[in-house]
């Protein structure tokens, strides 16, 4: 199973971007999505969690500006987020949770990491 995630770039604090991820691979379902992001000289922190039962969680700092959602059909998962701030900027991570075949089980993945930088 492998992840890649896309969309990341730059914008005006004030805009928007959409972040995908889609797993690929021998996939027989997902316990949850999310995404985490690493700011330069931080930790990783998490920012939006998906449940397979559609339960979402966000991080303080981005609810009410970040949607997290999922495309059943392509194996993705979203982020949408809206009025970016300057202090949004970081390196994106996507995660999944999958159940993949016999041999490899119920396992978490991560994406490569896509740069959102927020220009003041």
């Known amino acids: 199973v492998q992840l890649q995630a896309f969309g990341g770039g730059l914008v005006q604090a004030g805009g928007s971007l959409r972040l995908s991820c889609a797993a690929s691979?021998?996939?027989?379902?997902?316990?949850?999505m999310g995404w985490y992001r690493q700011a330069p000289g931080k930790q990783r922190e998490l920012v939006a969690m998906?449940?397979?039962?559609?339960?979402?969680s966000y991080a303080d700092s981005v609810k009410g500006r970040f949607t997290i959602s999922r495309e059943y059909a392509l194996n993705m998962v979203n982020l949408q987020m809206n009025a970016l701030k300057p202090e949004d900027t970081a390196v994106y991570f996507c995660?999944?949770?999958?159940?993949?075949?016999?041999?490899?089980?119920?396992?978490?993945?991560w994406g490569q990491g896509t740069l959102v930088t927020v220009s003041s």
């Open positions: 995660t999944m949770n999958i159940m993949g075949d016999i041999r490899t089980g119920l396992r978490t993945y």
């Open positions: 691979g021998s996939i027989f379902g997902f316990n949850y």
């Open positions: 998906l449940s397979n039962g559609g339960r979402t």
